[in-house]
Every structure is written in structure tokens, then in C-alpha cells.
């Protein structure tokens, strides 16, 4: 089924509610749940399409695993070497999450298994897993390092990896891979990447030891089952802050919002641009920090993004480029090369929307150039990228005419929630199926 959003202009955002789980976690509190010895009961867990993929590639190995019912999920845990033979390919649907991490924990398994997604999870790149894993003894066969992924179980020895990318999703799969491996693996990454799988494993009496830049762990523990709570996903408050910042008038309050250092980089930013947002209620869920956030209408102005800051809003760049073209001022983003293989390539994707829309977007390899101006009604399409798709429908809420935003249906995989969220909040905002 497609899906396209009808956005007619001219509202402000209104009201409080909380944002729906942290998708990165939720993924992560399935896996370990899973590999855990007794019963996990988690609440808080994002029901979107790409961690119901990752439920079900564990029910495939055995797993037994009763929800998700209103985010309540309980998984009885198989231990590291209990999961069993699935005897059809994993599909991880959009979740290059999904893939990589589990790539790593099947990479040290006693059964072979095969990894699917969709079309734009099978263009992305997943040699840059491959290469460590395979390096720790991994057989793991794949076309020009893409997807599918043929993983012949193995046994594994720990490495020390330094990575040439940051990425939180390849430190994940070298530590998922490290405990299976004898002796230790250790991950360094050149720039601070999300760290919720070094908490999580602590989280579930699994020792990780971090020294500056690296994260170690010895092969060979045990992982404990636990209660646990996921907190709000800032990459889904992210469209409301946007949002509420360029509309005149906005007041918002989002609840229980996780504000993991390592993934606060939007907030800094727009705070930087002149954005009114406000932490309050600062407190720990889960073995995260977690706040509410107010944020109001505010005057942006354009800003040169520190590319310190873009591992750490790295999934925010769409809400970013919208953002940018309301402000006064022209905004640059520069060592953002990774945006170009995430669920669409959203330096492109991003930069033809905004265009549509009458805002000036000069592309770089790395990142884009992008030149404030009123934006249009008009159509884009959003390539099948839920994040563009969100971050357009909140550009409708400041244009001239009304926005049609096409191929919209991937929004579930992140925020199933988000148009009847949105158009309580007060954007004028129709879903049209075919
Ligand atoms: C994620 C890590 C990020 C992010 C993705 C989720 C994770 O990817 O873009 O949406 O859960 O570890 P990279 O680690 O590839 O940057």
C-alpha cells in the first residue's frame, strides 16, 4: 500500500505527550532479552515496524516471546547458546539496526542463517561489518558487501577494532560478536557515537569497560534477564521540535524524552540557531538520562554545523535541512558523507524536496549549502525515507500552499503514531492511502 500525506499550511503545534519509545533501544532490549538467561519484561518499547522485524527473527530462532501489548513485551530469554536454527531467511525489513547487530550475533552461532531486508535496506553498505567480523573468524557471504547476508556460524577470537566510520551500529556488532569470542574484543571509534548498547550490556550484568575512546568486553559471560523501560526517542521528538520551533505560536511539551549525550546533538544545534527549548524534569530511565522538553517558537538563524556534532544528531539531518531553510540566514553542513547511505541517500533526497519547495540547496559530497527562502506548497517525494517524510510534513506547517509528500508508508517503521500525534498537536495533516 502507498501512502501520501496532504499538509495544508498555516497552524501552530499545541499540548504535551509523550514521544514513543527509543527505536535504537528497543531494538537492543529485544536482542538481549533474547540472548539473556530468565525473563525480560520491557515497557516503553517502540512498536514500529523495524523492531517487530527483529522480534521476529528471534521467534525464528526459538525465542519465546509474548507481546508487544501497549509497548509491554516479555521474552524469555534462551541464554548466549540456546537459540536454535531459523529455517527461513531473517527479514529485517528497512532496519539496517536489525542486519548489522544481528549479523554480529549470528556470526558466532553453531547454525547457518541468512539476513534479507527491503530494497533500500539491500543497497546499503554492510561491508563495513563484514570486515570485522570476518577478521574474528566470521564466514559471512555477500554481493559487493550488500544484503542478503549468508552467515555460516563459526567460532570467534576477539579483536581490537579500530573503526574508519563512526558508527554505534558497527561498534554494536563487533560487541555482540565479542561475546561469543574468545578472549577480549575491544571497538575504538574516531568520534563519540550512541553508547546504549555498552549501557545495555552493563545494564544486563555484562561487564564493558570503556577507556576514552574504546569499549571492551571479554568473551564468554553470561547475560542476565531484567525489567526494564525504554525511554522516548529524541530522533521522533526531533520532527516536534522542528515543528514548534518554525511555527509562530508554538507551545510544546514532549514527556519523557531520552537526552543520552551521545545523541543530543539536534538540541544543540537548533539551541545554537536561536531555537527555545527547554529541559525540565531531568531524571533516569532505564539506565538512561531522560528529560521533558518545552520548546516555543523561536527566530532561527543559519549556522555553519560543527562536524563534532553530526555523529551526535546523526538520523536528525532531515528536521535539520528544514530547519535551515526557515531560518534568516544560510546554513552549511559539511562531514556528513554518511546521510548519503541511510534509508535514502537524505543529502539528495532532502536538498530535491526543498527545491520543490523554492529553497536554494547546493549538494556537496559531504553535506549541502543550504539558502533560506519562503517555502512553497508543492509535491516531494520522500523516496520511502520515514524521516524525510516527517520532516516535510512539519515544513507544511510554515509554507504558502499545501505540501504532497509521497511514499510516506515507512513512517511505521519508526513512529506509527506520528500523524495522529501531529495532527493533535495541530498540523493539518491528511494520510491518503492507494
Ligand atoms: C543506530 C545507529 C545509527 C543511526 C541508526 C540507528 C543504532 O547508525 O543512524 O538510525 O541503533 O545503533 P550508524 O551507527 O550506522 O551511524
Known sequence: MTIRYLVRPGSALKGRFPVPGDKSISHRSVILGALAEGVTEISGLLEGDDVLATIAAFRAMGVVIAGPDHGHLRIEGVGLRGLKAPQTPLDCGNSGTAMRLMAGVLAGQTFASTLVGDASLHKRPMGRVLQPLTAMGAEIHAQDGKA????????????????????????????????????????????????????????????????????????????????????????????????????????????????????????????????????????????????????????????????????????????????????????????????????????????????????????????????????????????????????????????SGSIEILDCANVATSFPSFPALAQAAGLSLEQLSA
Open 148 to 399: 542478503p547476508l549468508q552467515i555460516q556460524g563459526k567460532p570467534l577470537t576477539g579483536i581490537h577494532y579500530d573503526m574508519p566510520v563512526a558508527s554505534a551500529q558497527v561498534k554494536s556488532a563487533v560487541l555482540l560478536a565479542g561475546l561469543y569470542a574468545q578472549g577480549e574484543t575491544c571497538v575504538t571509534e574516531p568520534a563519540p557515537t550512541r553508547d546504549h548498547s555498552e549501557r545495555m550490556l552493563n545494564g544486563f550484568g555484562y561487564m564493558v569497560s570503556r577507556q576514552g575512546s574504546s569499549a571492551c568486553l571479554q568473551g564468554g559471560g553470561r547475560l542476565s534477564g531484567q525489567s526494564m523501560q525504554v525511554p522516548g526517542d529524541i530522533s521522533s521528538a526531533a520532527f516536534f521540535l522542528l515543528g514548534a520551533t518554525i511555527a509562530p505560536g508554538s507551545d510544546l511539551l514532549l514527556e519523557g524524552v531520552g537526552i543520552n549525550p551521545t545523541r543530543t546533538g539536534i538540541i544543540e544545534i537548533l539551541t545554537r540557531m536561536g531555537a527555545r527549548i527547554d529541559l525540565t524534569a531531568l531524571r533516569e530511565i532505564g539506565g538512561e538520562p531522560v528529560a521533558d522538553i518545552r520548546v516555543r517558537y523561536a527566530p532561527l538563524q543559519g549556522i555553519d554545523v560543527p562536524p563534532h556534532l553530526v555523529p551526535l544528531a546523526i538520523d536528525e539531518f532531515p528536521a535539520f535541512f528544514v530547519a535551515a531553510a526557515c531560518a534568516k540566514t544560510p546554513s552549511t553542513l559539511t562531514g556528513a558523507e554518511e546521510l548519503r547511505v541511510k534509508e535514502s541517500d537524505r543529502i539528495t533526497v532532502m536538498a530535491e524536496g526543498l527545491r520543490a519547495l523554492g529553497v536554494g540547496v547546493e549538494e556537496r559530497p559531504d553535506g549541502a549549502v543550504i539558502t533560506p527562502a519562503p517555502i512553497k506548497g508543492g509535491q516531494v517525494d520522500s523516496h520511502g525515507d520515514h524521516r524525510i517524510a516527517m520532516a516535510f510534513a512539519m515544513a507544511g506547517l510554515v509554507a
